[in-house]
Nanobody
Framework: QVQLVESGGGLVQAGGSLRLSCAAS????????MGWYRQTPGKQRELVAI???????NYVDSVKGRFTISRDNAKNTVYLQMNSLKPEDTGVYYC?????????WGQGTQVTVSS
């Protein structure tokens, strides 16, 4: 089993920044893709950003140019730097990792952007 611990959420004013972290631990075989999803009330969980083991990244259009995903393979940690935050970025952010084809989810961290 892989455990994911997220940190870095909180309340910020529009235009501000937050950095999310997600550290994986436990019985790790080989982590491939690592990503961040977010969920808002009444909506499905959506992929925000993803990074492969080779460092390739992809973002949902609404965050391109504002968010940056990165990873530290030595620490089995993925980060999401969020700049120029908007109220519509508000939601619960979940970390996801794929370990040998098996998906694992973090507990979620609340991000609230006030206008």
């Amino acid at each position: 089993q892989v455990q994911l611990v997220e940190s870095g959420g909180g309340l910020v004013q529009a235009g501000g920044s937050l950095r999310l972290s997600c550290a994986a631990s436990g019985r790790i075989f080989r982590i491939n893709a690592m990503g961040w999803y977010r969920q808002t009330p009444g909506k499905q969980r959506e992929l925000v950003a993803i990074i492969t083991s080779g460092g390739s990244t992809n973002y949902v259009d609404s965050v391109k140019g504002r968010f940056t995903i990165s990873r530290d393979n030595a620490k089995n940690t993925v980060y999401l730097q969020m700049n120029s935050l908007k109220p519509e970025d508000t939601g619960v952010y979940y970390c996801n990792v794929m370990d040998w084809g098996q998906p694992y989810w973090g507990q979620g961290t609340q991000v609230t952007v006030s206008s």
